[in-house]
């Protein structure tokens, strides 16, 4: 990574962290029950019945509403879990399962682990990210395990960011091995990007 890029990034990083912050209980809640129906009608349209999904941070766009209705759907979910080798393995979500922060302080579920290769035979994949760009450059937070886990794919799902509405933007700073996005899917949209 260059310096310009990797100074580009932080900025960026540093911006959404504070945007996110500034958010009340009440409009986190809101966008979760925004991204909740968003992401209903694309599992819909999709016809997916199997996808991963992740659980946020408090300040992250909200994936539980969602999640909690996939369950009731009887939908397959995968959550993602960290590993030391910068790549995710899976847990089969389930409306009962337990959490714990992660090496990062991300929450992530607890429970029997796949490989990363199991999200390859998933119907849609469900990630975080910072920004996205109309090219569906995917911004992350700079530990790059989607990126390492999305490249390392043979067979490589749709790809939906959820950021807020104010994080789809021009143009993300980015780097040869940053993965693209499909599309994104914000508190009041999806929208397929061309990339």
Not at 65 to 94: E, I
Not at 99 to 119: Q, S, T
Not at 158 to 172: F, G, N, Q, T
Request: proline share 7%.
């Amino acid at each position: 990574m260059t310096e310009d890029a990797s100074d580009a990034k932080r900025s960026v990083r540093s911006t959404v962290r504070e945007q996110r912050r500034q958010r009340t209980a009440a409009d986190r809640d809101a966008a979760a029950d925004g991204i909740r129906r968003q992401l209903d009608a694309l599992v819909e349209r999709l016809g997916a019945r199997s996808l991963s999904c992740y659980l946020p941070t408090p300040s992250e766009p909200g994936t539980r509403p969602f999640l909690a209705a996939a369950a009731a759907r009887g939908l397959h979910v995968l959550l993602p879990v960290t590993r030391a080798d910068g790549l995710l393995d899976w847990t089969v979500a389930s409306p009962d399962g337990h959490e714990a922060n992660g090496v990062h302080g991300v929450p992530e579920a607890v429970g029997e682990r796949l490989d990363p290769a199991a999200a390859g035979d998933l119907d849609v994949l469900i990630v975080p990210a910072a920004a996205v760009d109309r090219r569906g450059a995917r911004l992350g937070w700079g530990r790059g395990f989607y990126d390492r886990t999305l490249d390392a794919l043979t067979h490589r799902p749709p790809v939906y960011a959820v950021i807020y509405d104010s994080e789809l933007v021009d143009r993300v700073p980015r780097d040869p091995h940053d993965q693209s996005v499909d599309g994104v899917v914000t508190p009041t949209r999806t929208v397929l990007l061309s990339g």
